[in-house]
């Protein structure tokens, strides 16, 4: 039996594949009340935006959103766990809940998935998403003690393997490290996951996904897309890519630069564009699609998909674009000692 590694590959190999679009934007599309976020939980706190515990408390809404990504021509489709961790679910007093929603969640997830598969044979997948929380390893949020750290790296390694193990009991196929702001953060996410597949016994594969701060090509903890990339390599991520904070047109340089030294799949999410004034995202569905075609036309991609703003009609758009087009083949640099700092750094031979 083929693992979902070696489906994935297989899959990537004959075409570009693609993942799904944002839930976040969505859900706000559902006007939900205080009432549909907490249900009958009887929680404390508040629960109006917490879009993770809907997978308890209104399981129809996230399952609503995966299959309409699905009907849209999704391959790939993440959990609705951003935030479904200890540390972002404090805020809403449900710290207790987070092993249920992520099983639920994935669980939700994996039916949709294995349904589509039923349904035409063609392979589907699940992404057990983990977003960065709201905490950072490298940088102090006290601008007078540069040395302070609100946590360690060991308990955020743990408060990703929690979520990781419940990722895979729901049925997640891959564990997708998201948005990742601050690489010592995804590198407790790495070893979290790793830590996981050494106990289940079996391949656990890691998707990577990193988001810029600035249109340089850094993200919030001052590392370039390269350094990234040399920064977490050793994990063997079956995708590494970008995702959020841009649209797709100013992600363009800093695609090519990761399609052109990464020996596995890319895969990028872009937002729909900017937001507006308003903090809205109006880029339509045709203009992000001819964007993401230009990377495809230039073999830059593998896996294509939506980050904030995006729809399902952005989806069906991208995956109508790039049907029939030749998937990127994965780089193969040579043997060298590659390092990172801020800054890539490779010895010469």
């Not at 939980?41 to 997978?55: C, F, M, R, S, V």
């Not at 408060?159 to 891959?174: C, H, N, S």
Request: proline residues 5%.
């Amino acid at each position: 039996m083929t693992t979902p590694r070696e489906r994935l590959l297989a899959q990537a190999a004959k075409r570009i594949l693609i993942t799904d679009g944002a839930f976040g934007t969505e859900i706000q599309n559902w006007k939900l009340s205080e009432g549909d976020y907490a249900g009958t939980l009887g929680l404390t706190h508040d629960q109006k935006g917490n879009n993770d515990i809907l997978a308890i408390t209104k399981p129809d809404v996230p399952e609503t959103i995966t299959r309409a990504y699905l009907d849209a021509g999704s391959d790939i489709v993440s959990t609705n766990t951003f935030s479904a961790n200890v540390i972002s679910q404090a805020d809403y007093g449900a710290e207790a809940l987070v092993r249920e929603i992520n099983v639920e969640s994935a669980k939700i997830a994996r039916r949709l998935a294995d349904e589509y598969e039923a349904r035409d044979g063609r392979p589907r997948f699940v992404a057990g998403a983990i977003g960065p929380t709201n905490k950072t390893l490298s940088l102090s949020p006290d601008v007078n003690d540069p040395g302070f750290r609100e946590i360690d790296f060991d308990f955020l390694k743990g408060v990703y393997r929690d979520q990781t193990d419940a990722l895979v009991e729901g049925g997640a196929d891959f564990i997708l490290i998201e948005t990742v702001f601050d690489t010592l953060n995804a590198k407790a996410g790495v070893m979290a996951v790793l830590e996981a597949q050494e106990a289940l016994g079996r391949d656990l594969p890691i998707m990577l996904s990193m988001t810029l701060t600035d249109l340089s090509g850094r993200n919030l903890s001052g590392h370039t897309v390269e350094a990234f990339w040399h920064a977490v390599r050793h994990a063997k991520p079956v995708t590494i890519g970008l995702n959020c904070s841009f649209g797709a047109e100013q992600l363009r340089p800093h695609v090519k630069t990761l399609a052109g030294i990464a020996d596995t799949l890319i895969m990028v999410y872009p937002n729909a564009g900017l937001p507006n004034e308003l903090g809205a995202y109006d880029e339509l569905p045709e203009t992000t699609a001819a964007l993401v075609r230009e990377w495809a036309d230039a073999g830059q991609v593998n896996i294509l998909g939506g980050c904030c703003g995006s729809t399902p009609a952005h989806i069906k758009a991208i995956a109508d674009t790039v049907r029939g087009l030749s998937p990127r083949v994965p780089a193969s640099p040579e043997v060298r000692t590659r390092l990172a700092g801020l800054e890539p750094f490779t010895m010469a031979a």
